[in-house]
T-cell receptor
Framework: AQSVAQPEDQVNVAEGNPLTVKCTYS??????LFWYVQYPNRGLQFLLK??????LVKGSYGFEAEFNKSQTSFHLKKPSALVSDSALYFC???????????FGKGTKLSVIP | NAGVTQTPKFQVLKTGQSMTLQCAQD?????MYWYRQDPGMGLRLIYY???????DKGEVPNGYNVSRLNKREFSLRLESAAPSQTSVYFC???????????????FGPGTRLTVL
């Protein structure tokens, strides 16, 4: 079985400050890890993924994530938060070779002007 | 490219009514998926279709049926709607899971369904 934990339901950060949204996972075998963002009343938009290779992955809108195998984590980061980054963020994991993507429950990010 | 499209955007049903949610993708993806999203529960997989002609159950398949009509279209049917099926439904399609793209899934805008 595979699972994802996003330990924070909500993260508040001041505009211009760095932000981190946490994610830990559990999967047998090699993980494929993804971050998605959802704006109100919209579908999920793909941000970035880790498949293999460099542990630091860069994605859309200045976001990046660091894969840490020993801590089974894949935290999402951005050096300087924007008010427009306020949204719901989902981490997801898939075992290599599987079709089933398992999502965390989501973290609501609020960037305060 | 429109990506993944879903119809309708909103629907209200009475308990016991049936309906079909439609999904189409123009990215030439082999695999398609149906999810439901409920507050505080993330997205849960209902059914998926790895390729045209195949469908498989996901985490929460009870009360639903699916049809992979062709490579582009994947529909979700509620035969007898129940209030517990009130949710937002998302369709997705993906690149091949074994390719370098890693099977990234791309989502439609969703259908908000209320069952009274």
């Amino acid at each position: 079985a595979q699972s994802v934990a996003q330990p924070e339901d909500q993260v508040n950060v001041a505009e211009g400050n760095p932000l981190t949204v946490k994610c830990t996972y559990s999967v047998s075998g090699n993980p494929y890890l993804f971050w998605y963002v959802q704006y109100p009343n919209r579908g999920l938009q793909f941000l970035l993924k880790y498949i293999t290779g460099d542990n630091l992955v860069k994605g859309s809108y200045g976001f990046e994530a660091e894969f840490n195998k020993s801590q089974t984590s894949f935290h999402l980061k951005k050096p300087s938060a924007l008010v427009s980054d306020s949204a719901l963020y989902f981490c997801a994991v898939r075992k290599a070779g599987s079709y089933q993507l398992t999502f965390g429950k989501g973290t609501k990010l609020s960037v305060i002007p | 490219n429109a990506g993944v499209t879903q119809t309708p955007k909103f629907q209200v049903l009475k308990t016991g009514q049936s309906m079909t949610l439609q999904c189409a993708q123009d990215m030439n993806h082999n695999s398609m998926y149906w999810y439901r999203q409920d507050p505080g529960m993330g997205l849960r997989l209902i059914y998926y279709s790895a390729s045209e002609g195949t469908t498989d159950k996901g985490e929460v398949p009870n009360g639903y049926n699916v049809s992979r009509l062709n490579k582009r279209e994947f529909s979700l049917r509620l035969e007898s709607a129940a209030p517990s099926q009130t949710s937002v439904y998302f369709c997705a399609s993906s690149e091949p899971t074994g390719a370098s793209g890693g099977g990234t899934q791309y989502f439609g805008p969703g259908t908000r369904l209320t069952v009274l």
